[in-house]
């Protein structure tokens, strides 16, 4: 008798607590409710950290939900007027003078570099909600540079995607994926990337600095910064056609 009082009285302890727990799904709805935004125009800056030394670029972006997304290089001389437009799953690059001419990434081309940065024209094509291509599964929940994170476990159930399975470690306040851990179907360690610091804007939280790993590179990573975002803006659709990109 005294067991089945200690068993009782041990449930009604931890059913509250697991309660409490959100799934996986629910967990990935909030970070894609967070990022996910219909129109916005963006300026930001990339630091590739390489072997050879730093380099710097600035870039304008103008992005209409996960479709479509047009990005004009800014600086430096020498990769300004250098354009990049995404359309659903295809990818066109514009190069200025002297070439002039528009190149389609697709296929073994969207594995390379960009800018010879740690980030590849996968990770850059990829803006679809995480629910819509992968499973989550809650292992846990633990502390990561102070702040409180659920711990998630992501498997793809689709094909056509660049990494497999990812680990993420999402801010329980703040709905963001403050570390991220992104595998091959092999277990081999791709990228890892990390937000670095974070702001507050238009009622939700967003990454301020984000630096990307590629596991098999020998540089430092790749920073990332986000200088400014305005949301609900007026795009004309102008903007995001191959016209564009020689205008």
């Known amino acids: 008798m005294k067991y089945i009082i200690l068993a009782v009285l041990m449930l009604g302890i931890f059913i509250p607590v697991n309660a ?55 600086a430096p001389a ?20 002297p070439s002039d001419r528009i190149i389609t990434i697709s296929g073994h081309l969207l594995k390379q570099s960009v800018m010879g940065s740690d ?10 909600e995480l629910r819509s291509k992968y499973d989550a599964k809650v292992i846990g929940k633990e502390m990561y540079k102070d702040r409180e994170c659920w ?16 680990k993420i470690w999402v801010d329980a306040e703040r709905w963001l ?3 991220e ?8 360690l791709l990228k890892r990337t990390e937000i670095l610091d974070v702001f507050y804007q238009d009622d939700r939280w967003l990454p301020k600095r984000i630096i990307f790993k590629d596991m098999l590179s020998r540089g ?4 990332y910064i986000i200088d400014s975002i305005e949301f609900n803006v007026q795009i004309p ?11």
Do not use: C
């Open 181 to 188: 851990e992104r595998f091959a179907k092999s277990g081999m």
């Open 78 to 97: 020498r990769e300004k007027g250098k354009k990049m437009l995404k359309l659903g799953k295809n990818l066109w690059i514009y190069t200025p003078e």
């Open 151 to 166: 711990v998630l476990d992501l498997t793809a159930t689709i094909d056509d995607v660049a990494y497999f399975s990812r």
């Open 177 to 179: 994926p403050l570390k």
């Open 20 to 74: 409490q727990i959100p799934s996986g799904d629910d967990i990935l709805k909030r970070i894609d409710q967070n990022q996910v935004f219909d129109k916005a125009i963006s300026t930001s800056t990339m630091i590739i950290h390489s072997r050879t030394g730093d380099r710097t670029i600035k870039s304008k972006a103008w992005s209409s939900g996960t479709e479509k997304t047009f990005v004009e290089y800014l």
């Open 237 to 247: 659709e102008y903007q995001f056609t191959k016209a564009a990109l020689r205008k």
């Open 220 to 223: 430092d990573g790749t920073e």
């Open 119 to 128: 980030m590849s024209y996968e990770d850059m094509m990829e803006s679809d």
